[in-house]
């Protein structure tokens, strides 16, 4: 494979040129042993290589590390890379396991009814890990990395982008807009990288979800983590965190003690968001309280795609392991974001549902992955 051994090579010369570093810094007149000797095993501040390399020429002093391959700084820095490739390798997130139960799916008290919230039914749902938070661009990234996966929000050319989170310029350049929603624009190079389309970048948002990625990329990442999107059923279960019958995975109040459980839209759609939860559009994720179950972001921050095909007619009937139907033009997202309000989009409570087809991609729409709990890692 041509680019492991170009990757390889790169991360040897990184290798050197860090442990050169270190030796360089930790040469530095103004570091007296005492500093040195105090930093073992803290975090870096230096060079950024680790705390290893540091504590290694601390202790033994300026030394010809190139001829010996002895010298400990040259271990630890090797420890401390194959650690980093370690960790380089596997970004995936943390999954909980979630214990199989009956639980009740949907609500007899539908907001939005041609949601096909309802009924209300006895749904049993096997064990299975659910990822702890919404995957994010640091991951999605290294996906693409690793496969040079280009999503269909690339491949089309466009992707929608809400209004608000557009320059000017970038505006001026659209006439077409979605007649029910003109709030959402087709920008021309949106996409998981630019989310604002060409010139914007996802550097300073690594750790916030992934957005402007179609049900059909995320399967492919999914895949690609050996693990699949959860079905509507298990999203659901996972959402309400051990909670039964409660319109949010916390409970039944917005704000409990005032707080903020999730990342939502306050003030006025879509003309005036005051982000009194500290965000105007995505947060990092793990920025809110975890549900009972220790998953974030469940509801709220970026919506998340399913595995099943959307359907708005359910049946009160007790079911095992609901997969939703055979086919569809469809699939399920659940859990609302960034951009909604109890006025316009009531659905960031757990019943709730909504749809695109499966090549869309927006900017407040993303994934996780689910799997089997045999294939737990
Ligand atoms: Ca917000
Ligand atoms: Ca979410």
């Known amino acids: ?23 360089v810094w930790s040469a530095r007149p103004e570091l007296g042993p005492e500093t040195q000797a105090g930093t073992g095993g803290a975090a870096p501040t230096g060079c950024g290589c680790g705390a290893a390399n540091r504590a290694g020429a601390g202790n033994e002093g300026e030394g010809d590390l190139a001829g010996n391959s ?39 008290e539908p907001a939005i ?10 749904v049993w749902v096997d064990s299975f890990n659910m990822e702890q938070h919404e995957v994010t661009n640091k991951q999605f990234q ?39 929603a003109p709030w959402w624009l087709p920008v021309k190079g949106a996409n998981w990288k630019h989310p ?30 050996q693990r699949r999107l959860p079905t509507e059923a298990e999203w659901e279960y996972a959402c309400r965190g051990g909670l039964q019958d409660r319109l949010y995975p916390w409970g039944n109040k917005l704000l409990p003690k005032g707080q903020h459980y999730a990342n939502l839209w306050q003030g006025e759609f879509p003309s005036h968001n005051t982000a ?32 099943d095909w959307w359907n708005i007619h359910h049946t009160p009937q007790e079911a095992r392991n609901p997969r939703g139907p055979k086919s569809g033009t469809d699939r399920v997202k659940k859990g609302g974001s960034y ?10 409570r757990c019943a709730a549902r909504s749809q695109n087809t499966p090549d869309s991609s927006a900017s407040n729409l993303g994934f996780r992955c689910a799997a089997d709990p ?3 890692v």
């Open 1 to 23: 494979h041509p680019e492991r051994g170009s990757e390889g090579r790169v991360m040897l010369l990184r290798a050197v040129f860090c442990v050169y570093l270190c030796w």
């Open 70 to 108: 002895e010298h400990p700084a040259d271990k630890y820095s090797k420890d401390a890379n194959e650690e980093a490739a370690a960790q380089e390798m596997d970004l995936r997130s943390k999954m909980v396991l979630i214990q199989s139960n009956w639980f009740l799916m949907g609500t007899d």
């Open 276 to 307: 009194e939860d500290g965000y105007i559009t995505t947060s990092p994720v793990m920025s809110f309280p975890a549900n009972g179950f220790g998953l974030y972001d469940i509801v709220g921050n970026a919506w998340e795609w399913t595995a």
């Open 196 to 225: 604002e389309g060409p010139g914007s970048s996802i550097l300073q948002r690594l750790d916030h979800p992934v957005l402007h990625v179609s049900w059909n990329d995320a399967q492919a990442y999914c895949k690609w983590a």
């Open 113 to 122: 009814p041609q949601d096909g919230e309802g009924p209300q039914r006895k």
């Open 142 to 180: 290294q996906f693409v990395t690793q496969t040079g996966y280009i999503t269909e929000a690339e491949r089309f050319g466009d992707s929608f982008v809400f209004e608000e989170m557009l320059n000017k310029e970038v505006k001026s350049t659209i006439s077409q807009m979605v007649a029910a």
């Open 339 to 348: 951009m909604c309000h109890k006025s316009y989009c009531y659905r960031y």
């Open 374 to 376: 045999e294939l737990r």
